[in-house]
């Protein structure tokens, strides 16, 4: 296997190799299988980044990748884990300081988001960034913050006190969710033909808002339109569930459970012939 290793010309070479002989691949790159060759196309993929499209049912602003049937992820098969952040030990803590009353308290905006828009290159995040970055210069509401760009040393802070946070796509995979989830910030999915992290083993409707790209003008009204009570249950959600998306288990992070949690139900489709295997023709 070393000597193998050695002949492999890229990382994704070596994979597509390894998986000549065995049915389960874990890849970090940063659009997860869509590079992958032919010769691994029915290895089940733990991957980071979900895009599960076809030929007939695609975003117009994302470029399709990978299968022509499935796209990148198949949603039967493949599991969708939780990228690893080097903050997450520092960030789980300063959020654990705070009861759920006191994480509310400090809430001061409905929404904040920090990072690149690329106005011109709608590929970048599907889209997304653009839309929202079009709706907030229209509104010119104090309690939408949108930084283009980074945040610096107040990043953490920012997300931390605010209701919800927009967490989009990059060019692949983004950290946005894990970033929310950790500082304690209901995140607003934003990521069209895009599967979670986890979204097979955990309710993510009780702790996050899925929306399209065409809700952004109206987004909001949306967020405007939630009343306090029903806030209350989902910030309370996310405190309950944000150990899905670390890995420290002396944090009593619990991603790697929900790893395996993710793989036993997808070897369950498998054996109950879900689906079938694909051919390099197809």
Known sequence: MHAKRASCASRLACVSDFCSCTCLQWITEDRGGCPV???????IKIVHFGMYSNEDRHS????????KEFGC??????VVSSPFDRKEDTWLDNTRKHSLDDLIRMKQRYLFFAGSVLPDHLPYSGGSRQALFRAVQEWNDPEFKMIEGGAGGEYEDLLRTSKFCFTPLGFGFGMRLVHAMLAGCVPIIVQEYTIQQFED?????TFSIRLTNEDMPHLRDILKSISNEQYRTLPENVLRHQTAFCWNREKGCRAFDYTIASLRRKHMNHKAMYYGDYHTDQ
Request: hydrophobic residues 40%.
């Open 37 to 43: 060759g032919l010769e691994a196309l029915n290895a």
């Open 60 to 67: 117009p602003t994302f470029p399709l990748l990978g299968h």
């Open 73 to 78: 992820t198949h949603p039967l098969r493949d």
């Open 201 to 205: 083993v955990l309710p993510f409707e």
